[in-house]
Every structure is written in C-alpha cells, then in structure tokens.
C-alpha cells in the first residue's frame, strides 16, 4: 500500500476543510511517495498549514508516521493481517475486531486495504465499531481496470449508497483518473455523484480509476441497514411518475427499435457507445482538480 502525490494533496485538501487530530488507525502500513521537500512543497501548493517542522535536509522518502504527525495527528497505529510491516495491530479484519478497540479512533484511513479483504460487510462493520461518534473514515480504493489486484474492484455507488443508508454524512465523494507514473504524470479528480457514470456502466471507461470518499459518523451511524442500489431506488421511485406522464413517448420509442433489424440496432447502439465514451471528462464528470 503506498500514498502518492495526489493522495497525499487530496489529505491535505480535508485537512483544510477540517483540522486532524487525535488518534489515527491506518489499515495496513502505508509507504509514502515523498521527500521532506516534496512534503513542503505540496503543503505549500495547496496553502495547508504542516503541524510539524519537517527537517527538508532529510535523505529519502519520509515515513507513514512522519507524514501523519505532520497533518496534525497526535497518536498513529495500524492494522494489518500480520507484523510483517510491523503494524501496531495484528487482527483479521474478516472477523469481529475486540472490544477494546471499540469508539478508539478519530479517524480511520482505507487507503488500499478493504479490496483485499474477502468478507467486506465485516470490514465496514469493524470500521464502524472502532471509529467514535463525529470521527471520519477516508477510503482511497480502486475502482475500474484493478482485475486480480484484489478481491474487489469498486464502484463509487457501493461507498455512498451504503453509507447514506447506515445514517452517515457524506463529507466528500471523489472519482479520480491515475496512472502508474504518479510522479511525473498529474490524476485528475472528479467530483462524484450518483448517477454521473450512468452511461458508462458497460465498458465506457478507459485508464485506471479509483475512489477517495469520506464520511463521518453520527450519533445514528449504524452498520447494518438494508442497503440497496441508488440508481434503482430512484427508478423504482420514478416508475409511477414516468407511466403517467412520459409512458406513451418511451413506449413508443421502444416499440420503434424493437422494429428496427438486428444489425440497425446493433450499428446504433455500438455508435451510442461509441459517443458516450468520449463524453465522460467533458459532460459527466465535473473535473475539479489535477494532482
């Protein structure tokens, strides 16, 4: 697991918005893309105030505790499956987390961890015990094009639509374009929002993209609300609407290309796809940054 550039400008950013303090849980140890200057520099860039002095004469990349000492946190531990990297907690996250650990933590930090835990409903009920009411959770995970990385790939809507339906606050919600060459070449940042990928559920996106979400717990946060998907929720809300006033249009329009022949229709539809792929940073996603 590691936090690059654009990561660690996108921490920044909340940490703007919203100070950081107290106790910190990382899931797994984190490598850090960045020198001491590098640090000063981003901070700087992005008018975010460090907490602490980092000494710009140091040799090579800073370490997962300088850099969150330095956003303003006062005490850090991780979890991990095993101390391999040496993390503060060794605890299967597929399985309950002990009681100790409950209401510990002000914040805690998914940056490339739940994708590779099977059991996933266990992991964001773990997350939930163990952050206190008005704490943040941060996720940063993959999304399109990660097939074998882990278990999972992850579409925005399963963060957001869990969430809101668990009672939590939706603090930011961001769907970011990367690459490999995190360093040389700057991610573009979306700003996400339900139903502004529609069109691109079937193949229409092309690159690596992930997701970097935070909400916060509430005092009526749970973890175990019946959960279904946003955009059929809203269909299903809309149906009676749509019979009434728009049924004879789309009733028509799907009788008309149910007459068209099979190749007419496979033509159109490779077109439609076509189109809407070269769409997608201009007309659905609202570009508000590049890290």
């Not at 946060?221 to 749509?242: L, P, R």
């Not at 008309?256 to 796809?273: D, G, K, M």
Request: aromatic share 14%.
């Amino acid at each position: 697991m590691g936090i690059a550039r654009a990561v660690i400008k996108l921490l920044m950013r909340e940490g703007k918005r919203e100070n950081y303090f107290g106790n910190l849980l990382t899931m797994g140890r984190q490598d850090v893309y960045a020198t001491s200057r590098n640090l000063k520099k981003w901070a700087s860039e992005m008018d975010f105030q460090l907490k602490r002095d980092i000494d710009i004469s140091m040799k090579g990349l800073i370490t997962d505790n300088d850099l969150f000492l330095s956003l303003g946190f006062e005490s850090i531990g991780s979890m991990d499956y095993n101390d391999y990297e040496q993390c503060t907690i060794i605890h299967d996250l597929n399985k309950d987390v002990p009681n100790e650990l409950h209401n510990k933590y002000d914040l805690i930090l998914d940056s490339g961890t739940s994708e590779h835990i099977f059991n996933f409903p266990k992991v964001l009920e773990n997350y939930n015990k163990m952050l206190k009411v008005g704490g943040r959770i941060i996720h940063g995970l993959p999304s399109s094009n990660h097939v074998d990385h882990g278990f999972y790939m992850f579409s925005p809507t399963v963060f957001y639509d869990y969430y809101l339906a668990n009672k939590w606050d939706v603090i930011e919600s961001v769907f970011f374009k990367y690459y490999r060459q995190h360093d040389t070449k700057l991610w573009k940042i979306y700003k996400y929002t339900p139903g502004c990928l529609d069109d691109f559920s079937f193949g229409g996106l092309k690159g690596m993209y992930g997701i970097f979400f935070i909400f916060r717990k509430t005092i009526n946060s749970t973890f175990n609300a019946a959960v279904q998907q946003g955009s059929y929720i809203k269909t299903w809300e809309n149906a009676k609407k749509d019979k009434i006033s728009h049924g004879p249009v789309k009733l028509l329009l799907k009788n008309f290309a149910n007459r068209l022949p099979e190749w007419l229709h496979h033509i159109l539809r490779s077109l439609y796809f076509k189109i809407t792929q070269k769409r997608i940073p201009k007309f659905n996603l609202k570009l508000i940054a590049k890290y």
